[in-house]
């Protein structure tokens, strides 16, 4: 497996910032399972705040989404990104007191891409 892209949370909520602005509702994930880009406001709304952009948002839809890991049909589908399979592509560490450390989703790495299209 590739290794993980290995960001301080400082350093992830920076390049949350820097990629998609201020607001975190707008800050945008990929799910590393079916490929599905949500937004934290996606977790949010569905009071799933300590999933955000880690397990896929289909877990907490009603009805929970029935697609599994690798399905890679768009989503949203049921990934954990606590379970066995650690397919998160990022992790985040935090450096002060514990040194606790986590998994991210991918950011929406192509969003910039467009803004930036769009800009130009
Ligand atoms: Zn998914």
């Known amino acids: 497996?590739?290794?993980?892209?290995?960001?301080?949370?400082e350093e992830w909520?920076?390049?949350?910032?820097?990629?998609?602005?201020?607001?975190?509702n707008n800050w945008r994930f990929i799910c590393p399972s079916c490929g599905y880009i949500a937004?934290?406001?996606e977790w949010r709304d569905l009071d799933a705040h300590n999933s955000t952009a880690i397990s896929c948002i289909g877990r907490y839809t009603n009805p929970p989404s029935k697609q599994t890991i690798f399905s890679k049909t768009g989503g949203p589908c049921n990934y954990a990104g606590y379970g066995l399979f650690k397919l998160n592509p990022i992790k985040v560490v935090t450096k002060e007191d514990d040194g606790s450390e986590h998994d991210?989703?991918?950011f929406?790495?192509?969003?910039?891409?467009?803004?930036?299209?769009n800009n130009g």
């Open 104 to 106: 991210s989703f991918a």
């Open 13 to 24: 909520l920076a390049e949350s910032v820097r990629r998609f602005g201020e607001d975190v």
């Open 108 to 117: 929406d790495w192509a969003y910039e891409e467009t803004k930036e299209k």
């Open 39 to 41: 937004r934290v406001k």
């Open 1 to 9: 497996m590739d290794k993980k892209i290995v960001y301080t949370r």
